[in-house]
């Protein structure tokens, strides 16, 4: 199987290629390689939803990858702390109004919801590793969170457990090729008037490259 991961950080390329081949797609620095069985595309997503988007539909055109994967931080819409995680069971948009107008096209869903194979792989490696995590929403928009009142419309609005601003980006465009897909964040900030000041904490960031590239590398030998 080959495996598209889109990433947050040239950091986790760096510390994940030992063995591969870098090349620039796009205007998206992606690097292949072998991890246990099988072939990864590794890519630095981008921020937002037009980045994420057009790197998934990258990854599957070009690459021809057959499923993807995304870790990536996001703020928490839930009781899970930072450095948890949220296994993301479906995903959607925030910020797109009407909602119902997503689904006029194929695959005609509002949501999308993750491949239940790839999250129980992803689950079982959560919790090998003693990562603290949830299973929910993910709610993507063209936003960064960091104030109470938009967080709490936005979990009113879609019942997420945590924001961020590429999964459903990635979930959409996955789906609308058939291609399976796992999103995992893991929390950086509360999405609240602190979600500055946490997400820019270096520690934070330090133990999210620790968690992500560990959990690929899992991920990748276990498919
Ligand atoms: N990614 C990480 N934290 C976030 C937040 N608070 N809002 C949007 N995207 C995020």
Redesign the pocket.
């Known amino acids: 199987m080959k495996l598209g991961v889109l990433v947050a950080f040239d950091k986790e390329i760096d510390l994940l290629n030992l063995n591969g081949k870098e090349f620039c797609l796009g205007g998206c620095r992606m690097c292949s390689l072998t991890l246990g069985d099988n072939e990864v595309v590794l890519a630095l997503c981008g921020i937002g939803k037009a980045n994420a988007g057009a790197c998934t539909q990258l990854l599957i055109s070009d690459q021809h990858v057959d499923a993807v994967l995304n870790i990536?931080?996001?703020?928490?819409a839930c009781h899970i702390p930072i450095g948890g995680a949220v296994l993301v069971t479906e995903a959607t948009y925030h910020d797109l109004y009407p909602i119902d107008f997503v689904a006029e096209d194929y695959p005609n869903l509002t949501s999308f919801p993750a491949d239940k194979r790839l999250s129980d792989i992803a689950e079982k490696i959560l919790s090998d590793m003693g990562v603290v995590y949830t299973k929910g929403i993910v709610a993507?928009?063209d936003?960064?969170?960091?104030n109470s009142e938009t967080?709490q419309d936005i979990i009113s609005r879609t019942n997420c457990s945590?924001?961020?601003?590429e999964g459903c980006a990635i979930a959409h465009i996955a789906a609308k090729n058939d291609i399976p897909f796992c999103l995992v964040?893991i929390?950086?900030?509360?999405?609240?008037e602190e979600?500055?000041e946490q997400?820019h904490d270096t520690l934070t960031i330090a133990e999210y490259l620790d968690t992500s590239t560990n959990f690929i590398k899992r991920f990748a030998q276990a498919l």
């Open positions: 990536g931080l996001a703020g928490s993507t928009g936003q960064f969170i960091s967080k945590a924001v961020e601003m964040k929390i950086s900030d509360s999405a609240d979600a500055e997400f």
